[in-house]
């Protein structure tokens, strides 16, 4: 049995989609079909595949995939990092056709790479940070072996690759003459590459960001339809700046130029380069992000001199104050002075971590005191978070802004998809620093939301062990209090398994959490923190037998008995110590522990309790410990038969179970009740069962009809509205529940299950 959930605590708001606002969109709509199909097929790839002698995969079906469909597939693999030499094989043969490969990250062979990707018909090959087994020279050479490839690849990402393990003066890129657009960025790529890469005939676009060029001389070769020209972080450039500037002067159809910095730079050249005149006069893009010296005056100057700017990129700079330079207009701009120039640095910039972090941290103090709900700036956190996660500062940064978008009400409105990524990655992070406090502190925090917790999808298990690390070796009360809110929920949503890995860990918590009570109790006070302890055993201990075990050892039971004397006038406590005495009272291991008379009297005494809540576990507890029948029993027998008929006496006085509770009662399953159901010679025991899944199916019919069902709970009712000897009472309450349970079949009951109830139902 578990916690009772506080109906009237759970304020979720609707969700509010914006319609200007394309990451609420996007986000709040369920998956394509597409989608859906392909996540499938790579959860269990080999479910639907061959292996050939080689040890790669093939798919059994002869069938193609639509060109669109398989791009979308080789884009997820790569996504999730799935791609190696056996699963590459899926892309051999005729039964793919690719048009726009995704190979990031690939832990392949060239070998591999050649006979999975050389044979389509390719336009674009996104193969950056692939292994080191794979060189560009491999790549190349592979994608040269194709005639078509040759003359209609348009666009080739080569970042972070080896230029050649046998021969880095070896030249390749010659072979793609149809090539538009490369990129090359962080490779040991010198000026002699450049010169043969200058000279392809139809290059349109290049990015050399952070390679060993020092002089860009060769460009002059590609000016006339270069357009595009990337290359920020030039650390080993030897030129001075009036070379350099005469090199870009030459380069008059560039619409597009990116000089900026990660470090502040001493060069002088995006200085010189605002000061030109009639210079780069079709420019439509300017970045000059980190330079120092870098005045608004300038900037501005430079734009108005070119009337088609629509972005100057000025993060890191002592520019972009002014309201000319706000971004706010059709000139976007990237910087940290407003919400809309952090915006566009993030989207810009997020493969840069450098920047990432810069922009982070503009964000954050923009976000401190945030009112709005900002899905599209969480969605840019997630980007950033999941392109670096490795770099501590930008994980440190990311989790105290994902923390100020997601603040109790920010939440309500966020889609659900968001949180549950952003709550995977904050996960990650605190795996990946286990020893930085801060970004420990500020996963626990966005995991204390009440939205987070009931509502989004996220890996519960590793929460639970985060949280149950911080209770354990936490003193500061506030971080207690949160921390032992967050594992009473996390306790719901663990399975059996789970919860049997974290035995160790219970144990601990368990004695963690009494010490806690204890010294609540010691102190009479009630607070919030003594609450959500009470609720976190409660959860804890459902149908838990280990953990029910552990709370006796460390003299629980003692502990509860003061409780309930120390807060005798207070039913909520009644309720909750109660609903935990219950759980133990499930485990019949446990029975002869419980068999003491103090105990006995004071659940006793509580049976007849006004409130039904406090009367209702009592009973349970009651009727669990008569359920065993007289050889278990360990005290007076008069005693005993004093309870039994008490209990069905008190029963018969309780409203229907339509009736409304403050509180209403959860259950992992119904379990705990069938033994009871059969105690034929305990109507009293019977009727509780009984009026507690009555009770439970009337209120929440979808979970309970359909667990009766799938737990076979329904024979032991057909049991006893079969059996000629059963109590009235009791037959009467049986025959109500399948009869409820009939009615709420057409939901949620396959057709077998509908004729059969309805069969033995009206029998």
Known sequence: MVRFLHIQNRQRAPLTLCGDCPAVQAEASPYSLVDICLNALVADLGKFCVERPDGSLCLKESERLPQEVADRLLQIMAYRELLNDGTVGIFRGNQMRLKQACIRKAKISAQSFKKAFCHHKLVELDAAGMNAAVTITDVVHGLGSSTWIQNNLQCLVLDSLTLSSTNPYERCFSQLSGLRSLSITNVLFHNEDLAEVASLPKLESLDISNTSVTNITALLACKNQLKSLTMHSLKCLKMSAPAFLAVIRELEHLIHLDISVEQHSTSTIPCRLLEQKDILPNLVSLDISGSRNITDEAVEAFVRQHPRMRFVGLLGTEAGYTEFLSGEGAL????????????????????????????????????????????????????????????????????????????????????????????????????????????????????????????????????????????????????????????????????????????????????????????????????????????????????????????????????????????????????????????????????????????????????????????????????????????????????????????????LKWPTPECKMVALPAYRSLRAFYPLLDCFALPGVQIWAAWAILHICCKTPARYCAMLIEENGLQHLYNIKENDQSDPDVRFLTTEILSYVNTHMKYYGKSKHRKELHTKANG
């Not at 900002?374 to 994902?402: F, Y």
Request: glycine share 4%; with cysteine; net charge negative.
């Open 332 to 651: 976007k701009v990237s910087g940290g002075e407003n919400e809309m120039q952090i915006s566009e640095a993030l989207k810009r910039y997020s493969e840069r971590a450098c920047f990432v972090k810069e922009a982070f941290f503009h964000l954050f103090t923009q976000t401190c005191f945030l009112r709005i709900t900002k899905p599209e700036i969480l969605k840019l956190v997630i980007i950033g978070m999941r392109n670096h996660p490795l770099d501590l500062a930008v994980q440190l940064t990311a989790s105290a802004c994902a923390l100020n978008l997601t603040r109790q009400g920010l939440a309500a409105d966020m889609p659900v998809r968001l949180l549950s990524n952003v709550i995977q990655l904050l996960l990650k992070a605190m795996e990946t620093f286990p020893e930085q406090q801060q970004i420990q502190k500020n996963c626990l925090l966005s995991l204390s939301n009440v939205r987070i917790l009931q509502d989004v999808p996220f890996n519960s298990f590793a929460a639970a062990k985060f949280v149950v690390q911080w209770l354990c070796n936490q003193e500061n009360q506030h971080i207690q209090r949160i921390a032992v809110n967050i594992i009473s929920i996390l306790a719901l949503k663990l399975s059996d398994e789970q919860a049997a890995q974290l035995t160790s860990e219970f144990y601990i918590v368990v004695g963690k959490l009494l010490e806690i009570i204890e010294q609540k109790t010691n102190q009479i006070e009630l607070d919030t923190t003594f609450h959500f302890t009470l609720s976190a055993l409660w959860n804890l201990t459902d149908e838990s037998p280990t953990t029910c075990h552990h709370f006796i050892d460390n003299k629980g039971l003692e502990l509860f008995m003061r409780v309930l004397e120390t807060f005798s006038s207070d039913s909520c406590i009644q309720h909750k110590v109660l609903g935990l005495l219950n759980n133990v009272a499930e485990v019949r291991e446990l029975h002869p522990r419980l068999m003491q008379k103090d105990f006995i009297d004071h659940v006793n005494a509580l049976l007849s309790s006004a409130e039904m809540e406090v009367g209702y576990f009592s009973a349970g507890i009651i009727a669990n410990l008569l359920s065993r029948g007289e050889q278990a029993w360990t005290l007076s027998q008069t005693l005993r038969r004093s309870l039994i008929e008490k209990l069905h006496s008190v029963l």
